[in-house]
């Protein structure tokens, strides 16, 4: 088992930056794939971004890319999720991952944090 931990979250205006982490604890001798997934208010959870194991491949939703980077330090059994020039509509909660299968569809995955909210104003 593994238990992801979501932080960072919290209130930003258009434009501003945020950095979410995800530290997960249990059994991390294995080799995690992760994801990031964000549910917004009304909406479905759609992907974001994931990341593999190594790091040496990413994938990023169509509405992200170029705004958000998605890295990990594995010594630490984090991965982060830079968020740059936010918009309104990037309002959600942001959920992290973990799959020893790297996946770009969230639901694939098996272990889940519990999220963190992330408010962006205009």
């Known amino acids: 088992q593994v238990q992801l931990v979501e932080s960072g979250g919290g209130l930003a205006q258009a434009g501003d930056s945020l950095r979410l982490s995800c530290t997960a604890s249990g059994r991390t001798s294995r080799a995690y794939a992760m994801a990031w997934s964000r549910q917004g208010p009304g909406k479905e959870r759609e992907f974001v971004a994931a990341?593999?194991?190594?790091?040496?491949?990413?994938n990023y939703a169509d509405s992200v890319k170029g705004r958000f980077t998605i890295s990990r330090d594995n010594a630490k059994n984090t991965v982060y999720l830079q968020m740059n020039s936010l918009r309104p509509e990037d309002t959600a909660v942001y959920y992290c991952?973990?799959?020893?299968?790297?996946?770009?569809?969230?639901?694939?995955?098996?272990?889940w944090g519990q999220g963190t909210q992330v408010t962006v104003s205009s």
């Open positions: 991952a973990a799959d020893t299968n790297y996946h770009r569809d969230y639901a694939l995955y098996d272990y």
């Open positions: 990341i593999t194991w190594s790091g040496g491949l990413t």
